[in-house]
């Protein structure tokens, strides 16, 4: 059993990189320089569990925990 693939959500693209991807790393690179000194998947972490603008930081609704007690309860943990 192999490691699981890094890109395996639909909404991810694959294959080739464009000549705008590149463009687009290599600007962001020549203003911030290389590296920070971390490995690329603690970067990505970073973005996806933390710095996505998208990211709802608020505390759970009312509504939201009785949906988890109640899914709990008919799921476990």
Request: include cysteine; charged fraction near 30%.
């Amino acid at each position: 059993m192999g490691r699981p693939p890094c890109c395996d959500k639909s909404n991810v693209k694959r294959g080739l990189w464009t000549s705008d991807e590149d463009e687009k790393i290599l600007v962001h690179v020549s203003i911030h320089g290389p590296g920070l000194k971390r490995c690329g998947k603690s970067c990505r972490l970073r973005w996806t569990n933390y710095l996505r603008p998208d990211l709802n930081h608020n505390n759970f609704t009312p509504q939201e925990e009785e949906l988890i007690v109640r899914l709990h309860k008919a799921i476990g943990s």
